[in-house]
């Protein structure tokens, strides 16, 4: 059986907190998923927020809570997920696509300073599979910026945690995240009053359901394990990155001093993907493309130029890592990586 990409960080002992709200009937929102935004918030300096059945949901609020109206334009990147291009149609957004950074696939903050000037009115910022965006050439133009830290958790730049420098916060809690819910999404606000904002949209409309303190209470376990998810996933991509050097392929770069987290492992191929995904998974790994699910590799694509952007999405892979794999298994992924054709 092939090693999977991705797989929850989910074990035994972390199921006891939520087998315990199932004993105590607290099974919708309550005061465990509140716990679990105090928890987030508190970790990354944001003065409080909101926890939601969906990252749809959180967006949604986010750009409402910034009092957002139709026709106003947003900035984001090309490899963005789609699901963002869809949230702003839905409001009557503008969205303003800016290309990325060849080497890192991070929002490229010279694309950015191109687009400001017509007329945006804020900037999405994800880090995209761990790497850490420029937040401080980003919050130079003066727009609010929301930053989705969903991949980068547990990353920091100086004394600054990752998801600590925008005015607002999206933590996707999807399984495939570095903390997981099992599904859901946190949505933290750095200010007294933006955080009371965002409670109160979600708590006006029953539109925007809220995570149940069943999932809450796995977050909170995984929050708890952070640190020792961090460790592993750097020791893991070190142990990558060593046999990558051996073959004619890059990973990506993480500009700047962050220390960064990565969700999985991405690999910049020199050419297509097709022979690197049937050698791999001959060898028993899976790999799956990894901008698949983003703006630049839409049919459709917003018309902006994004060259960067599009060649990533044609030929970058992500292999397994997460904290739950076992010697044998980097072993038998660092050797893939090292002789890939």
């Not at 809450?216 to 050097?245: D, K, N, P, T, W």
Request: hydrophobic content about 45%.
């Amino acid at each position: 059986m092939a090693l999977p990409v991705f797989r929850p960080t989910v074990k035994r002992k972390d199921m006891d907190s939520v087998l315990s709200c199932i004993v105590s009937d607290k099974l919708g929102p309550g005061a465990i998923s509140r716990e679990l935004v105090s928890r987030a918030a508190h970790l990354l300096g944001h003065s409080g927020g909101a926890a939601l059945g969906s990252a749809f949901l959180a967006l949604s609020v986010a750009l409402e809570s910034l009092g957002l109206a139709r026709g106003d334009a947003v900035v984001l990147p090309a490899l963005a997920p789609s699901l963002w291009l869809r949230v702003l149609l839905d409001k009557g957004l503008v969205p303003l696509v800016a290309d990325v950074d060849p080497e890192s696939a991070a929002i490229d903050p010279q694309e950015v300073a191109k687009l400001v000037p017509r007329g945006a009115k804020a900037i999405l910022v994800p880090h995209t599979l761990g790497i850490m965006a420029d937040m401080e050439a980003l919050r130079s133009h003066g727009l609010p910026v929301l930053e989705d830290a969903s991949q980068a958790l547990g990353g920091r730049l100086g004394e600054q945690p990752c998801g600590g420098a925008g005015d607002l916060c999206l933590l996707s809690l999807d399984p495939d995240e570095i903390v997981t819910c099992g599904g859901g999404a946190l949505l933290l606000a750095r200010g007294r009053q933006a955080a009371a904002a965002v409670r109160r949209i979600v708590e006006s409309s029953p539109m925007y359901s809220q995570l149940a303190d069943m999932n809450a209470a796995l977050g909170i376990s995984q929050l708890a394990a952070l640190e020792r998810f961090v460790l592993a996933r750097r020791e893991i991509a070190f142990a990558y990155s060593q046999s990558l050097l051996k073959s004619r392929h890059k990973s990506l770069l993480q500009r700047g001093d962050a220390e960064h987290v990565l969700s999985s492992f991405p690999v910049a191929l020199k050419d297509g993907m097709k022979e690197a995904r049937q050698y791999a998974l001959k060898r028993n790994v899976e790999t799956f493309p990894a901008f698949a699910d983003t703006l630049a590799a839409r049919e459709d694509p917003p018309a902006f130029p994004c060259p960067h952007a599009r060649s990533l999405a044609l030929r970058c892979l992500l292999f397994p890592l997460y904290p739950t794999l076992g010697r044998r298994d980097v072993e038998a992924v660092s050797k893939v990586l090292a002789t890939l054709p």
